[in-house]
């Protein structure tokens, strides 16, 4: 039973790379033909495990950025760290043919299911972008007309994921609504200064508590702390936000 | 109120405990025997930085569990934890194989 | 069987130094915390040394600094299997702390502000083996990497090397700490590679 499958202990199989896509000059899309994936839901994430020939082996976690889908198929998007171990590795080196050791989908609580009706907030501090991405692909690939608002904060321009697809979906109707924000460095003749997400960006680009959406937000540590503690302080209920962190550094170990 | 943003979360030691438990424990309630909050294992501060998981109360830092995965053994250490619920029957669906919502 | 990753080193360098069994050299200098960093500040901090039931000695930080002191040069071994090689600190040492001490309690318990801990036999703190370090490389401890001070004990893993020191009981007989409660070994040799413990 496809149930089953989901739930039993989680353990470590063999994916083939299938196809890369450079998303941005720093990051990834890796597609992985896994066989006998036992589909995902948007939100889970996967542990991947590298190998090195004398024995020392390395382990991190990524969100899937792909909607659930009967392929047997999933996508991970890495951002390459400057001094990370493991991202270097996955955005330079990792050939189309290539296998990875792979353990997932992992994840219970920081999950959208396709059957939720009630609206969505989600936000994304740089590559927290990725488990939120794989909810608004859920959401089209489903038909699903539950209201999406999203709001992205990224350093500059270049670094947003996604650009053209998320571009796309909110130019149709029913869709989802993005608004972006930038810390480092605006596009020409933007109206806010750069700089991180402060109270009246919550108020004029998120869903209003009044509406008792439920919240996504995914980013490093600290941005998620921010963040919750301004939603909190807008009056959206606690228990109605959920969070994942990616650490300090944007790489989840 | 913590000055130092070096943990994770809960969601980060869903593989390690996912590969002992069969069932995933990211959404499951626990109390810290501590202070007594009751929060999403989801939301504990997790410290992966170290020779094992530890996963702290977010309301008082209290230690609430802590996972050495040895290669040859799991040991784990609940007893920061009044108690972990579970939902008996977690909403898992044909949904995660066919990306629609079951037409039952 | 894990799949070999083609191409894959990690944030290691291959040399022809000799490391302990099962461990490999890193340049940098991870941090490794069970929690988070404790903010101690000067006009607080102590060091006490007791016997479970009196302090048999207490130093603040100016007594503390008021020590003699020493610069070492020693290799650091995590239980992670990264290596440094060359590490130069400055610290007191046991030796110095444990001058007026009259003990025949064998075994020690170090305790950190926060909830570590770690313990040792006191034979392997005595002799040139054992520092509370409050400088690195050159400069005051950095409060991630234990500063103010933290104990060195370089010739056993580095968990041993308790981070944000605040004292340490003499004890009668071998308790384990934090780690060593829950699958690390009890006293933790990298040479004999005693990471796990054997029962």
């Not at chain 1, 202990?9 to 000059?25: N, P």
């Not at chain 2, 202070?35 to 020779?51: I, N, S, T």
């Not at chain 3, 940098?28 to 500040?41: E, N, Y």
Request: proline residues 6%; negative net charge.
């Amino acid at each position: 039973m496809a149930g089953t499958e989901v739930l039993g202990r989680v353990t470590w199989r063999t994916g083939k790379v299938v196809a890369l896509l450079d998303e941005t000059s720093s990051a990834r899309t890796i597609a992985i033909v896994v066989p006998d994936w036992p589909g995902h839901v948007a939100g889970q994430h996967i542990d991947v495990r590298l190998t090195a020939p004398d024995g020392y082996s390395a382990v991190r976690s990524y969100s899937i950025a792909s909607a659930p889908n009967s392929d047997q198929r999933i996508e991970i998007t890495v951002e390459r760290l400057e001094d990370g171990e493991v991202s270097p590795y996955l955005t330079q080196e990792v050939a189309i043919g290539d296998e990875l050791d792979l353990r997932g989908p992992i994840g219970q609580w920081f999950v959208w299911h396709i059957d939720q009706t009630e609206p969505i907030q989600l936000i994304a501090g740089g590559s927290g972008i990725v488990p939120l991405m794989a909810m608004v692909r859920s959401r089209a690939s489903a038909g699903s007309t539950a209201p999406f608002r999203l709001l992205y904060s990224v350093r500059e321009p270049g670094a947003i994921f996604y650009r053209d697809e998320l571009t796309a979906l909110s130019e149709q109707g029913e869709s989802l609504i993005a608004t972006y924000a930038y810390t480092r460095v605006t596009p020409k003749d933007w109206p806010r200064p750069a700089g991180r997400i402060d109270a009246e960006l919550i108020a004029s680009g998120t869903w209003p508590s009044s509406l008792r959406p439920s919240s996504y937000v995914c980013g490093p540590t600290s941005f998620v702390e921010h963040t919750t503690d301004l939603l909190i302080a807008a009056g959206h209920d606690r228990k109605r936000i959920r969070t994942e962190r990616f650490g300090a550094t944007g790489e989840r170990k | 109120m913590n000055a130092n943003i070096s943990y994770l979360d809960g969601n980060a030691a869903g593989g390690e405990l996912s590969s002992i438990f069969n069932v995933d424990l990211t959404a499951a309630e626990g109390q810290c025997a501590n202070c007594g909050a009751k929060r999403r294992f989801a939301d504990a501060h997790l410290y992966v930085d170290c020779p094992g998981l530890v996963a702290r109360c977010a309301t008082c830092e209290h230690v609430l569990l802590r996972l050495v995965n040895t290669g040859d053994h799991v040991f784990l250490d609940v007893r920061g934890m009044t108690y972990l619920s579970v939902d008996a029957a977690p909403r898992v669906s044909g949904e995660a194989k066919s990306g629609r919502v079951p037409s039952e | 069987m894990a799949i070999i990753s083609r191409g894959f080193a990690g944030r290691r360098s291959t040399g022809e130094v000799k490391l302990p069994p099962g461990q490999y050299l890193t340049t940098d200098f991870p941090v490794l915390s069970a929690g988070p960093t404790p903010r101690i500040s000067l006009d607080r901090w102590e060091f006490t040394i007791d016997d479970g039931t009196n302090v048999m000695q207490r130093w603040d930080w100016n007594s503390f600094r008021d020590l003699p002191r020493e610069t070492i040069t020693v290799d650091l071994h995590c239980v992670t299997r990264w290596s440094k090689l060359g590490t130069s600190w400055e610290g007191v040492s046991l030796d110095t702390l444990l001058a007026n001490v009259k003990t025949d309690l064998p075994f020690t318990m170090f305790r950190s502000y926060g909830d570590y801990t770690t313990n040792l036999p006191l034979k392997d703190l005595v002799n040139k083996q054992a520092w509370i370090a409050f400088r690195y490389g050159g400069t005051d401890l950095a409060p991630e990497h234990g500063g103010p001070a933290r104990l060195l004990v370089p010739h056993l893993y580095l968990w041993k090397s308790a981070k944000w020191v605040k004292g340490m009981t003499l004890m009668q007989h071998d308790k384990p700490g934090f780690w060593e409660g829950l699958g690390y070994h009890i006293y933790g040799d990298p040479w004999r590679e005693q990471r796990y413990s054997e029962e």
